[in-house]
């Protein structure tokens, strides 16, 4: 492995090799070639990727099998639930390091993809933190993503800037920012533009990887104070992941020749199994942690997948599906608790609301409803929160400060112990409400729409006065695949209608047309609307039921770069 003494230094081995990447040993990149993307992919940052890989590929493998094996269980009757093996973890005290100053402030965080324009808005926008996402809100392209490197390397540098040829304005950083975070992908998702020994690189590993060789040493002295850089990692569902992830975070001080535990992580609760491993999942990455988030919009499509054979599970109307449903606020209180238990921030979920410019009387009531879930989130012990968008910063930095006054977090002060009381029961309650005709039309309107955009490079999308990314498409798909499945009824709206594949049919047609309708049939001619809608309608009546829409959508965006074009010369 090369020393990180090489990272702001071009090394020796560096060398002009006219339009090639200059590659080490056992790998090939197959993403087209690019003089800027060049300067991310160097040999030393392909190197360090590379290493990680082999060292971590395995783990990751098996903990790929035990996900499968899990899931087995469930489908033949088996819950989740808290492990006795671990019992000790859990009712034992313990703390994890504590929080660095530069984030004992995040009373409001903002999310978005790694996009130029956006991550300067974001960062400049007010909040505390910018989530900066090459995972749910990014269309996973060989462009975006290195793009996005690209980016990030720039705002860690603070020479990013962004000229709108549209509106001839020019976008540059503010004095004062957001601290930036960085969300990789999950553990499932290849990165199949880089080949490591004959096998596509493991997304998040490249993700990281490439972000902490190029910037670790200028966000330690820029944004940092001495700490970082600073992650969200999603998607786990069992501590063992976690385990991976601080060996990575480790290995990757170690050759940096920083102190340990100057990488810090807010893991995302977002699957159903990871309810149950919070304190396991904590306990691992203790070190490195400033603690979990609610995700809940992927929370809510984790229990549909946990439950995909178990029909006395199935899910109302999306729409219904909040944080007042008895199994959601559960999740939300215990997270609280468990998170100020080990001394860090119990982060609350995504507002995803965007504002409606054109009717200010519905803008105001959907900022009200914003204003009173964030109430309810500071209320029960949250230390901060979500937004989708810059528009609703300023209403939710009024409630967390109402609320917290000159605190700048509740992690000593709200410490939640009627939460202790919380049993796998609650966890699991199954959610009440109705389904309806609406609400299928609604998911498949949405699914269709986001899939489309996601094909075509974007992974965060405007729907309905909503933002819509891969979480939210998620509920939409298995949704509507749980109501076909099991054949249920549509009691909501009176008609007392089952889901067939027939009336599915029915359906899909008439909103491709009300799609249509809406954004034109020159878009729609232009778009990815009809090879969307045939993969959404696959994964909605397939048999079995596939762990993520993006996986297959994946293959219809991988374009290798013709061969020896690419390769190391």
């Known amino acids: 492995m090369v020393g990180f003494e090489t990272f702001l230094e071009p090394s020796s081995t560096e060398r002009k090799t006219g339009m090639a990447y200059d590659l080490p040993e056992g790998v090939d990149i197959r993403g087209k070639y690019d003089a800027e993307f060049a300067k991310i992919l160097s040999r030393d940052a392909l190197q360090f990727v590379a290493d990680l890989q082999r060292e971590f590929r395995n783990h990751i493998k098996y903990a790929t099998e035990c996900r499968k094996e899990a ?3 469930y489908n033949n009757g088996s819950l989740p639930g808290f492990d006795p093996a671990t019992k000790y973890i859990r009712e034992r005290e313990w703390v994890c390091a504590a929080v660095p100053p530069a984030v004992a402030d995040r009373r409001v965080e903002i999310t978005g993809p790694v996009e130029r324009k ?117 998607k786990m569902e069992h501590s063992r992941e976690a385990k991976i992830w601080n ?122 409803l914003v204003r009173k879930d964030k109430l309810r989130e500071v209320k029960a012990g949250h230390d901060g929160t979500w937004a989708a968008h810059p528009g609703l910063i300023p209403a939710i930095v009024e409630v967390f400060t109402n609320s917290m006054g000159n605190k700048v977090n509740q992690i000593h002060t709200v410490k939640r112990e009627d939460a202790a009381n919380l049993t796998e029961e609650d966890l699991l309650q199954r959610p009440r409400g109705v389904r309806s005709m609406d609400g299928l039309r609604l998911n498949t309107r949405v699914g269709i729409q986001y899939l489309a955009a996601w094909l075509t490079g974007t992974g965060s999308v405007p729907l309905y006065n909503l933002m819509e990314d891969a979480a939210t498409a998620e509920i939409s798909r298995v949704q509507n695949w749980q109501w076909l499945k ?20 029915r359906v899909v047609d008439e909103e491709m047309a009300r799609i249509e309708k809406e954004v034109g049939q020159e878009k729609l001619k232009k778009g990815m609307y009809k090879e969307a ?22 293959n219809r965006i991988v374009i290798h770069h013709p061969k020896g074009s690419s390769s190391r010369l």
């Not at 933190?129 to 793009?147: G, K, Q, T, Y």
């Not at 096998?199 to 944004?223: M, S, W």
């Not at 178990?310 to 999306?318: F, I, S």
């Not at 199994?327 to 209180?333: I, K, P, Q, T, V």
């Open 486 to 505: 099991y054949g249920v009824e549509l009691d909501g709206d009176g008609l007392g209608v089952k889901v067939t594949r027939e009336l599915f049919g």
């Open 118 to 234: 956006m991550i300067i808005n974001a960062l400049n926008s007010g909040a505390k933190v910018f989530m900066a996402d090459f995972e749910d809100a990014l269309s996973p392209s060989w462009e975006n993503l290195m793009r996005g490197q690209v980016n990030l390397r720039d705002a860690v540098n603070r020479t990013i800037s962004f000229h709108d040829t549209a509106r001839n304005r020019v976008y540059k950083l503010n004095d004062q920012t957001a601290k930036l975070f960085v969300r990789p992908r999950g553990w499932h998702l290849p990165e199949s533009h880089i080949f490591i020994d004959g096998e596509p690189a493991t997304g998040c590993l490249v993700d990281f990887g490439l972000y902490f060789f190029h910037n670790f040493k200028a966000f330690r002295r820029i944004q940092g104070e001495g700490f970082g850089p600073f992650f969200y990692l999603p």
């Open 247 to 368: 060996n990575v975070f480790e290995r990757a001080e170690r050759l940096a020749g920083i102190e340990k535990g100057s990488i810090r992580a807010t893991v995302l609760i977002e699957t159903l199994p990871a309810v149950f491993q919070m304190d396991e999942i904590l306990y691992e990455l203790r070190d490195h942690s400033v603690g979990l988030n609610c995700g809940r919009w992927d929370y809510i499509f984790s229990y549909v997948k946990t439950f995909q054979a178990h029909p006395d599970r199935l899910l109302p109307d999306r729409v219904l599906v909040g944080m007042t449903q008895h199994f959601m606020r559960s999740y939300s209180d215990l997270l609280i608790r468990t998170c100020h238990r080990r001394g860090v921030h119990a982060m609350g979920g995504m507002a995803a609301q965007i504002p409606i410019r054109d009717d200010p009387v519905a803008n105001e009531a959907a900022l009200e």
């Open 533 to 554: 809608c045939k993969i959404f309608t696959r994964q909605c009546t397939t048999p079995i039921l596939d762990d993520f829409l993006t996986l297959d959508a994946y």
């Open 71 to 73: 899931k087995m269980r």
